[in-house]
C-alpha cells in the first residue's frame, strides 16, 4: 500500500518553455501532498505544501507564479515549472501524507537547456 | 520543526549491524519520527514510523529514549544493497501548511563486503 507514481520520470525542455509534473497516490487518497527539490548531493528542501481543494501554502523564497500547483482531486498534484531556465534544472520530488506519514514519488528529473 | 542532526556518513560490513543515530533537542510534543532511505535518482522510501519506545518491523527498529530527544534507526544485518542515504525526519505535520518539513543532510552509508 501507499503507492505514490510522478510522470514523467525525467523531462528535457528548452528554456522559456513550461513544463508539467503529476503527482498521484495510487491506493490512497491524500488531501495533503508535497513538492521537494533535489539537487545533486545536496539534501531534500520542501518547495511547497499543496492541500485538495485550496491554494497551495509555499515556503519562503519559492516563487508561487514560477512554480504553479493545482490540487484538483484527492489522488493527484501538479507541479507546472512556467518559463524554466536551466537554473530550474533539478529532481523534483513529490509526497502524499497518509496519516501521519508522507510516502514519496520516485521523482522526475528535469533538465533545461 | 525540530531540527535534525544525523553523522554525514558510516561504513560497514555485509552481515554486520548498524546504527545511525539521529539528534532532535527540540522535539515537539506532537511531533512523530521517521527514518527515510534514498538511493541515487530514486524518491525517499518509508523505512519506519515511531513516536517513543521501540517500534520494530521487517527491515529496521527504531528506538527512542524516553526524553525522544534522538532515535537510532537499526538495521539488523546489512546488505551490499542497503548502501544508501537515511535521513530522520521529526515533526507533526499540519496539513493546512505552513509546515517547515527540513531534511538534514542525512547519513550516506556504505556497505562493503
Known amino acids: 500500500g501507499a503507492v505514490v507514481s510522478q510522470h514523467p520520470s525525467w523531462v528535457i525542455c528548452k528554456s522559456g518553455t513550461s513544463v508539467k509534473i503529476e503527482c498521484r497516490s495510487l491506493d490512497f487518497q491524500a488531501t495533503t501532498m508535497f513538492w521537494y527539490r533535489q539537487f545533486p548531493k545536496q539534501s531534500l528542501m520542501l518547495m511547497a505544501t499543496s492541500n485538495e481543494g485550496s491554494k497551495a501554502t509555499y515556503e519562503q523564497g519559492v516563487e508561487k507564479d514560477k512554480f504553479l500547483i493545482n490540487h484538483a482531486s484527492l489522488t493527484l498534484s501538479t507541479l507546472t515549472v512556467t518559463s524554466a531556465h536551466p537554473e530550474d534544472s533539478s529532481f523534483y520530488i513529490c509526497?502524499?501524507?497518509?496519516?501521519?506519514?508522507?510516502?514519496f514519488g520516485p521523482g522526475t528529473r528535469l533538465l533545461v537547456l | 520543526l525540530a531540527k535534525t542532526t544525523q553523522p554525514i556518513s558510516m561504513d560497514s560490513y555485509e552481515g554486520q549491524e548498524v546504527n545511525i543515530t539521529c539528534s532532535h533537542n527540540n522535539i515537539a510534543t506532537n511531533d512523530y519520527i521517521t527514518w527515510y532511505q534514498q538511493f541515487p535518482s530514486q524518491g525517499p522510501r518509508f523505512i519506519i514510523q515511531?513516536?517513543?519506545t521501540k517500534v520494530t518491523n521487517e527491515v529496521a527498529s527504531l528506538f527512542i529514549p524516553a526524553d525522544r530527544k534522538s532515535s537510532t534507526l537499526s538495521l539488523p544485518r546489512v546488505s551490499l544493497s542497503d548502501t544508501a542515504v537515511y535521513y530522520c525526519?521529526?515533526?507533526?505535520?499540519?496539513?493546512?501548511?505552513?509546515?517547515?518539513?527540513?531534511f538534514g543532510t542525512g547519513t550516506q552509508l556504505k556497505v562493503e563486503l
Open positions: 515511531g513516536y517513543k
Open positions: 509526497s502524499a501524507l497518509a496519516q501521519e506519514t508522507q510516502y
Open positions: 525526519l521529526v515533526g507533526d505535520i499540519n496539513p493546512g501548511g505552513g509546515n517547515k518539513l527540513t
